[in-house]
């Protein structure tokens, strides 16, 4: 009998046998492929949000103290020696009652608790306390109007006392309460500039006697009346009640007085929107301001950041030996009588995650990473660390 043509059942087994076998193999292979393709994009999103925050931090911190004075700038105190200034953002009083505030304010473990997710269960996990950081620095960009110069070109809005009898005379008017400035227009031309006074700015006042620090209010339609009212006041600032450090105190007819427009820049983490995935906050001033249409909310600047420290470099410190475990060039904070005024350069890091879980083999997890950097402050990085035959102990 002749055999007929075609495969034996035997054989097609086989050949399916063979063909799952390349088929799972390569389905095992395209999902390997892909769930790789999603960990690099989950952790290149993890560098990203990183980079960004880094990146921000550093930019403020290069500019803090820049026409700032070496005193700092004197807030509202009591006879003891006491302020309730409110920490913008974060909430509560600044701990420690300052009197004045340093060019870069340190805030260990004053912010939210570190919250991170559990890759398999998805439960919310809370840790210690993350840090904050204040950053102060003059807005040296604010210009008044040209008749501040004998060219006729814009000069900086410190250029020109509000009062002044010299040239060019400027017949400006501080309240004696500090809770207005009126502008002489021939002096001051605001607003008329890209980014002109407004509710929420704050602004430094400094002549012989010191320096204050008032949270404007209102700005009248002509932009030449500033309006310092304690009423809905956020800060805490506009305390003219106090006997030190407000406008009040240190304002006098005959003495010129300069203004400068200040920013406040906080940096926190912001767990409290949603605590699976913490933001890296930063707040300009004060948020929530007027409460109608804030006029500078928060910026998220970087998601599922889950830790932020700042250690700082103290110079000349003079506390005994073993006051900072790890030495004065990374304390967490000063420690009296150090203070916040001898801080010289910042230690930043940043801890961070995917915003998602990936699959790696058979488990569920985050990719993690962090950042860090030192960051000098220009305005106080550069002292003398030399004795000289004057300044030599004896």
């Not at 904050?132 to 040209?146: E, K, M, Q």
């Amino acid at each position: 009998m002749k055999r007929e043509n075609g495969f034996s059942l035997i054989e097609l087994m086989v050949a399916m046998g063979i063909l799952i076998v390349i088929t799972g193999v390569a389905v095992s292979a395209l999902v390997q492929t892909q769930q790789a393709t999603y960990a690099i994009a989950q952790e290149a999103n993890t560098q990203e949000n990183l980079r960004a925050g880094m990146h921000f931090l550093v930019r403020d911190l290069m500019q803090a103290g820049e026409g700032i004075p070496a005193g700092g700038i004197s807030i509202p105190n009591t006879a003891a020696g006491t302020s309730a200034i409110i920490r913008p953002g974060i909430g509560g009083a600044f701990p420690n009652n300052p009197t004045a505030f340093s060019v870069v304010v340190p805030g260990s473990q004053w912010g939210a608790a570190a919250t991170t997710v559990n890759a398999q269960t998805g439960a919310v996990l809370v840790g210690g306390a993350t840090d904050t950081i204040t950053i102060f620095y003059a807005d040296n960009s604010l210009l008044s109007s040209a008749a501040c110069t004998a060219t006729g070109a814009p000069c900086p809005l410190d250029s020109a006392p509000v009062t002044s009898a010299a040239a060019p005379v400027c017949t400006g008017i501080i309240a004696a309460t500090g809770l207005t400035v009126t502008l002489a227009p021939h002096c001051f031309t605001l607003p008329g500039t890209p980014t002109p006074i407004q509710q929420g700015d704050l602004i430094m006042f400094q002549n012989i006697n010191g320096t204050a620090l008032e949270l404007v209010t209102n700005v009248n339609a002509g932009g030449n009346i500033l309006t310092f009212a304690a009423a809905g006041d956020p800060s805490g600032l506009n305390g003219g009640a106090q006997p030190n450090g407000t406008v009040a105190a240190i304002n006098a007819s005959a003495v010129p007085t300069v203004i400068t427009r200040v920013w406040m820049i906080t940096y926190y983490i912001n767990t409290a929107t949603n605590p699976a995935q913490p933001q890296l906050i930063r707040q300009v001033n004060y948020p929530g301001y007027p409460a109608a249409a804030a006029t500078y909310p928060p910026q998220q600047i970087a998601d599922a950041i889950e830790w932020l420290n700042f250690t700082y470099d103290i110079n000349a410190s003079t506390d005994v030996a073993g006051t900072y475990p790890n030495g004065p060039g990374d304390a967490p904070t000063p420690v009296a009588p150090d203070t916040s005024f001898q801080v010289r350069a910042v230690n930043v890091l940043l801890g961070g995650r995917s915003e998602y879980p990936v699959v790696i083999g058979s488990s569920r997890q985050f990719f993690r990473n962090n950042l860090s950097t030192q960051v000098s402050i220009r305005s106080l990085s550069f002292v003398n660390q030399f004795n000289t035959s004057a300044t030599a102990p004896d």
